[in-house]
């Protein structure tokens, strides 16, 4: 039974920083790609970043373009999230998922995941 376990969240003001890790447990991380999606209060989840599982591609929602950065250590079974520049609309709970992948690419639909974490809770003050 795979396992995603998200860390990393808490209260940072804007402008400020924040990494969120996401470790899997299992399965094996090869062939595996992951996601990062956010839900905020009265929002429907929606797609942040995602990784194939060999790291060669990525992809980010528009609205944290140049600021995130999703990366992974195969080694460790692990995913992060580096954000940057945070903002009071980044606030949401971010969960990290899972999915089965024999290309170098990654989905950004969230019906494309089979495995999620329970999240964890960004707050960006302003």
């Known amino acids: 039974q795979v396992q995603l376990v998200e860390s990393g969240g808490g209260l940072v003001q804007a402008g400020g920083s924040l990494r969120l890790s996401c470790a899997a447990s299992?399965?094996?991380?090869?062939?595996?790609?992951m996601g990062w999606f956010r839900q905020a209060p009265g929002k429907e989840r929606e797609f942040v970043a995602a990784i194939s599982w060999s790291a060669h591609s990525t992809y980010y929602a528009d609205s944290v373009k140049g600021r995130f950065t999703i990366s992974r250590d195969n080694a460790k079974n692990t995913v992060y999230l580096q954000m940057s520049s945070l903002k009071p609309e980044d606030t949401a709970v971010y969960y990290c998922?899972?999915?089965?992948?024999?290309?170098?690419?990654?989905?950004?639909?969230?019906?494309?995941?089979?495995?999620w974490g329970q999240g964890t809770q960004v707050t960006v003050s302003s």
């Open positions: 998922s899972g999915a089965d992948s024999y290309y170098s690419t990654a989905p950004k639909r969230m019906r494309e995941y089979d495995d």
């Open positions: 299992g399965r094996t991380f090869t062939n595996y790609a």
